[in-house]
Structures are given as C-alpha cells and as structure tokens.
C-alpha cells in the first residue's frame, strides 16, 4: 500500500519542481490561497481553484494569507522566500500551483487523486462568517484597540490577529454541517437533537 501511495505521488509532483519541506498537518487537503483583490490575476486565479476544489465536492481546508500572517509565513517556510499563490498540498506533499492543478484537472487525474477527500454532500454556508472563515473580532470590533474601564485609557487587543480578525468559531467546532456531514475541515460532526 504504501508503494502504491509513493507511486501516486510521484506521479503527480514533476521532477523538475525544488524540493519542498511538507507540511506537519498531513492528513488533509490545504489550499492556501488569498481573497484580497489587489492583484486580479491572482485573486481570479484563486478563485477557479476554490471552483475546481468545490465542483469536485471536495472537503479542505483553506488558509487564507491575507487573512493571517502566519499562513504567509507557513508557505514561505515551504516553499521558500517566492510564493505564488494559490498553492495546494495533499497529504502533507505539495501538489503544485494555479496551472498544475490545472493541468491535473483537465487530465482527470486531480480527481482520482482526491477522491478520497470527496464528501457526501454539498458545503452548506456557515452560519457564523458565511465560509470565510474569519470574524471580525468581538472585543476591538477590527480596530485592534478597546476601552479598558479598569485602568480607563485605550488599550491593544492582543485577543485577534494583524487584521482585527477571530477563526470563526462555528467553523472550528464543524458546525457548519449539522447532519453527520463532513465540515471543510474534514471532521464529522454529530448533533444531537
């Protein structure tokens, strides 16, 4: 089996591509990929992905770099100081970037290889951020600065990241499907009712 897996791999990663350190969740399918508009192409780009992976009825996880620095910085420290974007990993390994996932979709092989990340059903919109993934904080409301009525002056918010965001909560807790369905992140969840 696990010649067969190597085999896989191999198959879809090129010969002529650096070496990439893998990432240490590998358990799953990650996208990273950006939502802000700044460079078209780019953003266009992302966007077809994200369309291939949900056509596929695909279950991933993504990471937005413009939403955190430290999913920048996780890429950069894969795949080096250049990073276009958007960038995919199965299983840990680097699948390749905007026209590689391309190229694999167009050939069918993108498919097989991720069939068994599909999911049985359709991803509903969470109800917490509408799939985005990120909240706007609810101490600071974004402006990364509050009101401290102990000390009474304007104080940092060190609770949310650089952009005045939270994780969505609903989204971490797999809530986004409630009927024993696979959330983006590939839990089961199971309500009770």
């Keep these: 089996m696990k010649t067969l897996l190597k085999k896989?791999?191999?198959?879809?990663?090129?010969?002529?591509?650096?070496?990439v350190n893998s990432l240490p969740d590998n358990k799953h399918v990650v996208l990273y990929y950006t939502s802000s508009k700044v460079i078209p192409q780019t953003y266009a780009d992302c966007c077809t992905v994200i369309s291939i992976l949900e056509t596929l009825?695909?279950?991933?996880?993504?990471?937005?770099?413009?939403?955190?620095?430290?999913?920048?910085?996780?890429?950069?420290d894969l795949l080096g100081k250049e990073v276009s974007l958007p960038q995919l990993f199965v299983r840990g390994k680097h699948v390749g970037g905007y026209q590689r996932i391309l190229e694999l979709n167009q050939s069918g092989k993108l498919k097989k290889m991720l069939n068994c990340y599909r999911s049985g059903n359709l991803r509903e919109l969470c109800k917490g951020c509408g799939n985005l993934r990120h909240i706007v904080c609810f101490v600071c409301s974004g402006s990364k600065r509050f009101y401290r009525d102990d000390i009474d002056e304007i104080a940092r918010c060190n609770i949310c990241n650089e952009n005045g965001l939270?994780?969505?909560?609903?989204?971490?807790?797999?809530?986004?499907?409630p009927k024993n369905q696979r959330n983006s992140f590939g839990r089961v969840w199971r309500w009770s009712i």
């Design 8 to 19: 896989v791999l191999r198959m879809f990663t090129s010969s002529n591509e650096k070496q």
């Design 57 to 76: 009825n695909i279950s991933f996880q993504q990471r937005d770099v413009f939403l955190g620095r430290k999913y920048l910085e996780e890429i950069k």
């Design 166 to 177: 939270l994780p969505c909560h609903v989204c971490l807790m797999g809530a986004v499907n």
